[in-house]
């Protein structure tokens, strides 16, 4: 079955095609704005399109290591961040996106989540993802 979930607040597009699935975020940079294609699986997909909020943290996620070429996620990377935020309970997530946000992120992703969903920045910055 062809589909494609577009989610336009997000500049995000998840595509089903024959069997293959990608995700395509738009990530910018300085002056520069590009697309970043990514191979997902019909399990991310399916949550992709049943869970708005952690498609929103993963696209937040996503979008630093992809600014930088020198920071772009390989293959394995993307993988676990795959499986982390669609996949794992909130508690792993929690911890996950917390370390992620406090580390070379410095608050950049929990800064596009509160954008993106209107939550509370405090409480994304304290941990608290699923409040």
Known sequence: MDKKI??????????AEKGIYILEIS???????????ININAQDFE???????RAI???AALHRPFQLKETALQETDQR?????????DES???VFLTKLDHGQANGA????????SNRDSKKLRSGDWFY
């Open 6 to 15: 577009i989610f336009y607040d997000l500049r995000m597009l998840a595509i």
């Open 27 to 37: 990530v910018e940079s300085g002056f520069a704005e590009f697309n970043v294609n």
């Open 47 to 53: 949550a992709i399109e049943n869970d708005k909020y």
């Open 57 to 59: 943290l993963l696209n």
């Open 80 to 88: 676990y961040y795959l499986d982390k935020i669609l996949h794992a």
């Open 92 to 94: 792993e997530v929690n």
């Open 109 to 116: 992703i929990s800064n596009m989540v509160c954008k993106a």
